[in-house]
């Protein structure tokens, strides 16, 4: 082979392969090989390294450049299903207090959410306040107490509020790379930009072959996000039936004369906007689930267009600038709870998959599960407290049949 580009990055031990340059190709057997550097497979090979050889392959240039870099960074414990709030639950103690080492700062900011309504929102509202499941810290505001919260609300439109003060917004970056640096302290090694990849499972191992090395384990984990159901495809497994879809934000100037450091996330009881400080900005969403083919996906000018709309109908703040515009992909099964376990029908494949709009929330407690699962050990006692049933996860489920 021709000169090597192969540069070490000592600080997360990383080995990166420029995207212009011939490489050198390495070849490696592993215990564990995991495909997708986002949180899910970084937080995975943090939990996997100290007890097993471990191979994180990521064929962007840089980890996290999909989802994980994309996400709104809230933490909600009643945000999703059962599953997801009970994962979500679990994780909380390893964000609010990580172990030493893991990052410089604190992981979780306090950030309430506030749930508003018009007239016609006022029986969906009433109906989230008075549901069985509610959650406990979610508690009723009049008109007048949201506005003192937010004073752009229009209150011609405003007709009722409720405030959950549980919440948190996430250090997503810094979670991510103490994954990361975690793992690697631990002997994990992380290779970049290996771009595409051949599986292929021989004599009882997986083969992954790239422009930058081929490697081998018993077990490959399918970490891919919005690729999970393309790789299984590649490597001739069954799919799970996973539908990516697409997710806008911008962020626009803050009013001027606010100080909208403590306001809460603002979302509409419909969940078709949401908005919320972020970095001395705000941020704002049209909440929109457009189904795509994975892809690097970019904002339509129409869902910006919608979310400008949809703010301007409920805050009195006219939106004359956008400073910043993305969209990232939440990736859905049909039952919305995430796939994390063996196949049962493809020796060594396991899947860490289906995050859908919740997979930073959840991360510390669905890698736990996930380690625990590729381990062939119970689920830990914490989590299962929760009420985590490894049956609601596993990629063969009753929901899932039929699915892919
Ligand atoms: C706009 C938006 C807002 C969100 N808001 C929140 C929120 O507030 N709170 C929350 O908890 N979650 C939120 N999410 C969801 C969260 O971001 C995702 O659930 C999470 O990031 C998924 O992580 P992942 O590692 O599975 O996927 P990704 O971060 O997409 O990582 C998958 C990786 O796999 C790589 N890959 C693909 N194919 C291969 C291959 N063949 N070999 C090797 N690597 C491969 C990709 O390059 C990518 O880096 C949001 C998402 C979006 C888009």
New binding site residues.
């Given amino acids: 082979m021709s000169a090597a580009v192969v540069r070490p990055v000592p600080d997360l031990g990383t080995v990166v392969h420029d995207a212009q340059a011939p490489v050198a190709i390495m070849s490696s057997s592993f215990d564990v090989i995991i ?8 937080s995975l090979a943090a939990e996997l390294a100290p007890q097993r050889k471990v191979l994180l ?4 240039d840089e ?13 909600f414990e009643s ?1 999703g299903n059962a599953t997801v709030c009970a994962l979500s639950r679990a994780s909380r103690a390893f964000l609010e207090h990580p172990p030493a080492g893991f990052a410089d700062a604190p992981l979780m900011t306090p950030r309430a959410a506030m749930f508003v309504a018009d007239v016609e929102g006022l029986p969906r509202l009433e109906a989230m306040l008075s549901a069985p499941g509610a959650a406990p810290t979610l508690r009723r505001l009049t008109p007048a107490a949201a506005i003192e919260r937010v004073p752009i609300l229009r209150p011609e439109w405003l007709a009722g509020a409720a405030l959950d003060e549980s919440g948190c917004d ?1 250090d ?1 970056a810094a979670i991510h790379q103490g994954y990361l640096r975690s793992a690697r302290r631990a002997g994990a090694q992380l290779v970049l930009g ?1 771009r ?2 051949m599986l292929a499972h021989e004599a009882g191992r997986w083969v992954v072959r790239s422009r930058v090395g081929e490697f081998g384990a018993p077990v490959l984990v399918n ?5 999970a159901d ?2 299984a495809r ?1 490597a001739g497994v069954q799919t799970v039936g996973l539908q990516p879809k697409r ?3 911008v962020t626009i100037p803050a009013p001027e004369g606010h100080d909208i450091r403590r306001w809460p996330l603002v979302i509409d009881i419909d969940e078709t906007v949401y908005f919320k400080p972020d970095a001395g900005q705000l941020l704002l ?1 049209p909440a929109n689930e457009d189904p795509m083919d ?1 892809c690097d996906v970019a904002p339509e000018e129409l869902d910006v267009a919608i979310a400008v709309d949809r703010f301007e109908t409920l805050a009195s703040h006219p939106v004359r600038r956008i400073n910043h515009r ?6 859905f099964v049909a039952d919305k709870s995430p796939v994390v376990g063996f196949d049962a029908r493809a020796e060594g494949f396991f899947w ?2 289906g ?9 510390p407690a669905l890698a736990r599960a996930a380690a625990a699962l590729l381990l062939d050990r119970p689920l830990p006692a914490d989590i299962a407290a929760q009420g985590v049933v490894a049956a609601d996860l596993a990629p063969g489920r009753p929901a899932l049949r039929g699915q892919g």
């Fill in positions: 495909l997708g550097a986002g949180m899910a497979g970084a392959l990521e064929v962007e980890a996290g450049r999909h989802a994980t870099g994309r996400s709104a960074a809230m933490f945000y996430m997503v290996a595409e990849t970490a891919t996000g919005a690729w393309a790789v590649r997710r806008t934000a969403s994975p993305w969209a990232g992909l939440r990736s860490l998959a995050q859908g709009g919740y997979g930073i929330q959840m991360a």
